[in-house]
């Protein structure tokens, strides 16, 4: 899942590299579904793939955060820290329940349906946030509704690991989507305080430690499996999750919000290209249909959002209480 942050400065003379941060950015996330379904081929449970990458992703960026951010970590406010807590495991869920509907459906469901959570953003705001929703954002959220139909009744999931059921599938990814509206609601208003990389480190340490805790509690195994398994979940976490990730928060310092926010929606186009090229997963017209209509809603739907003032989470409505 790409974070998305306002943008702190927009240059004039933009040179080549944030695009070229942007284009690997992109083609880094849309290989998550991939090695998670490669990684579900040989075995793995969902819950320890959803561990594993937040895992790999924690410890790398441990270093980091100790060498050049040790004066903001101890200046970080007790309430802050207990909103990154919650955060995590807002996160931890989103992982557990969107790796999981790859089990069950298409990879172009499950990536076109778990991206939709900018709607959900969007349906939440005015509840959470206190922010109107505007005309586009009714438009975009109605065009989407009529994708999702679309996708939901194309009953294709091509060769998922454990059973062909899209409705359960689809409904897992479509919580993963809730899931990451709400955490990107409580980051949109903590990230005014914290920086990136403490505020990520924060988050994905706290997710971590749950989900080790839940796959430990539920005796999943972790040892002894195929060795290219433990490739697949060290490739999930160093490539979409940190060089992704990484890679759009670099562009957001040369380019505006908005250029990224549209561009991340490439995520499903390269994750279905993907999907064709190494799992021969071709998606059929209703799938594409939906698909189109879903990713053209959520650009109608933050349109209105992508220019929106940061604020401290302390002005914000029920976040606080």
Known sequence: MAERVQTMSTSEHTTWQPYAALVSGVLAVSTAAIFIRLAQSVGVPSLVLAAARLCVAAVVLTPLVFSRHRHELRAVRLGDLAWALVSGGVLSLHFATWITSLEYTAVVNSVVLVTTNPLWVALLSPLVLNERLGRWAVIGLMLAFGGGVLVGLSGEVGTPPTRHDPLLGNGLALVGAVMAAIYFIIGRRLRARLSVIVYIWLVYSAAAVILVGVVAAAGLPVAGLPGEAYVWMLMMGLVPQLIGHSSFNYALGFLPAAYV???????????????IVILDEWPVALQLI????????????????????????????????
Do not use: C, W, Y
Request: aromatic share 2%.
């Open 261 to 275: 926010s549209l561009v991340v929606f490439g995520e499903p186009i390269g994750s279905g290209l993907l999907a």
């Open 290 to 321: 939906g698909s189109v209509l879903i990713l053209l809603g959520i650009g109608l739907a933050t349109r209105e959002q992508r220019t929106d003032k940061l604020e401290p989470i302390d002005d914000v409505p029920g976040l606080m209480d």
